[in-house]
């Protein structure tokens, strides 16, 4: 049975391999290619059915998960639904889900910043945010996060003081997560289309910030 986990960890190891780094299909990958293809042959669905659900993961972007983000910005109600059943507060927005997974959605504080994970493969958010990238599925990632985190987002250019909790939580094949970034300085009086522009895929899974640095649309 699937489980959920949260990651406490900030362990130093000097030796350890880029996020970066090229990795060989994993078993998961191999796996996945074979029942698909014994699939197929035997009938249960065509090449087509995958095409179309290609199609409907393709059309799923990070503006999503940073239209669910940037109302949380502007309305506590909605802000404290999104903590509470991050999928039925997202369903509000109209994003709908054609899976039967759960969304949590974790909320970044001045004490506490979240990262995520799938340690045993790419478990993630794909209704709110649309394909991973390709490091979250590299094996030195999914290993390095939960073991040394602030030095991976380090890699990322994110320093976290130590005084900053780091708390990694582990995707699961039911269970999935959506970091709830922290509004930065200096857009008080933004609208949410405003707001949204800002918030990347890179920070909704918690290995940057979000700044100021891309202009608002």
Known sequence: MAQDHAH???HDHDDHTPITAEAAPGYYEVMETAVREILIEKGYLTAND???QIEVLDSRTP???AAAVARAWTDPAFKARLLENGRTACEELGISFYDDTQLIV?????EVHNLIVCTLCSCYPRPVLGLPPDWYKLKPYRARAVSEPRKVLAEFGTIIPDDVEIRVSDSTAVIRYLVLPRRPEGTEGWSEAQLASIVTRDAMIGVIPV???KEAA
């Not at 974790?106 to 001045?110: D, F, Q, Y």
């Open 8 to 10: 406490d960890h900030d």
């Open 50 to 52: 995958i095409r179309h």
């Open 63 to 65: 503006a999503l998960g």
């Open 106 to 110: 974790l909320e970044n504080t001045a």
């Open 211 to 213: 700044t100021l640095e």
